[in-house]
């Protein structure tokens, strides 16, 4: 059997695609892969901000075309990256064990906390959710776009045009990449919904495929991604929002912890909440209604 298998052709994505095929192969040696690279607007107008060429989704959707139309049997996501609603046929069909949901600060230099930046200092990061949570601590630091593939944003930061930046851990640890960070706490920067976990999508209809993929998901992973994505749906916001929340378990109980600040940081609330593992998108809407409401008080926008 072979699977046509969409994905982008940055190192990242490529790294992370064989990581989720691998898992695949440890169940089903017999199977082969042949790659379908799409190269997307993201990729093509890496000068340019997220919201000026699609927002969220922006990967997502032309990677997932290639299953629609045909050309590809299943498509490997990033899922921070995938906004709550895809393309009508599309299923989440497998999960890999997950990585590191967190963010980490890299600087110049050794590694710095960011409470050890001097005032003024530039740190590069284009996420809304990212630079709001971190003004709500050090609103003296100067933030700065910051776009491209790992290894420009790391020679970016190394040729003197920041003087940190922010990265998913799960990035760093997928490439394989030997740099010194510091992790931020997550009650600094919650995650986005998603961060650390590799989506694999296919059609509905494929039921030739469809348990392959299920008999390689990680269970665990997949609680998480569907909490976290259940509360993406019902929390509202878009890619200016700056909305965090991630998932775990913990001695058979589901936790979701959930946070959104002001665009400018001068305002943030935060909402734990936990339930049945086996209700993983109930426990998500329960985090999104509960968030919003207290949104709504504190006169944040969802």
């Known amino acids: 059997m072979k699977i046509r298998v969409a994905t982008r052709g940055s190192k990242l994505s490529l790294a992370q695609t064989q990581l989720a095929l691998n898992e695949i192969r440890k169940r089903h040696p017999e199977v082969e892969f042949e790659l379908v690279i799409v190269k997307t607007r993201g990729d093509i107008h890496q000068d340019k901000p997220f919201t000026m060429i699609g927002g969220k989704g922006l990967f997502e959707k032309e ?20 906004p709550s609603e895809v393309s009508p046929g599309l299923v989440l069909a497998m999960t890999p064990p997950r990585a590191s949901p967190f963010d980490v600060l890299v600087t110049r230099g050794s590694p710095k906390t960011i409470w050890d930046l001097p005032a003024g200092a530039v740190v590069g990061s284009s996420s809304a959710r990212r630079v709001a949570m971190l003004k709500r601590v050090r609103s003296d630091l100067v933030f700065k776009p910051l776009r491209g593939n790992v290894d420009t944003r790391l020679r970016k930061l190394q040729q003197g045009m920041y003087d940190a930046i922010i990265l998913a851990e799960a990035g760093l640890q997928r490439l394989g990449l030997d740099i010194e960070y510091w992790r931020i706490p997550p009650d600094v920067l919650p995650p986005a919904p998603g961060q650390g976990i590799l989506g694999v999508y296919t059609l509905y209809s494929r039921g030739d495929i469809l348990p392959l993929l299920e008999d390689a998901t990680d269970e665990e992973a997949m609680t998480m991604a569907r909490a976290e994505r259940a509360f993406l749906a019902y929390a509202g916001g878009g890619c200016h929002t700056p909305l965090g929340a991630y998932a775990w378990i913990e001695k058979g109980i589901l936790y979701i912890h959930a946070a959104v600040a002001s665009p400018d940081g001068s305002k943030r609330v935060d909402v734990t909440v936990e339930g049945d593992p086996e209700r993983p998108a109930q426990l998500g809407i329960d985090a999104a209604l509960e968030l919003r409401a207290k949104a709504a008080s504190a006169g944040i926008t969802l």
């Not at 990677?63 to 995938?82: C, F, M, P, T, Y």
């Open 63 to 82: 990677v997932n075309l290639a299953v629609l139309e045909g050309r590809a049997d299943i498509a490997v996501h990033s899922l921070k990256d995938v």
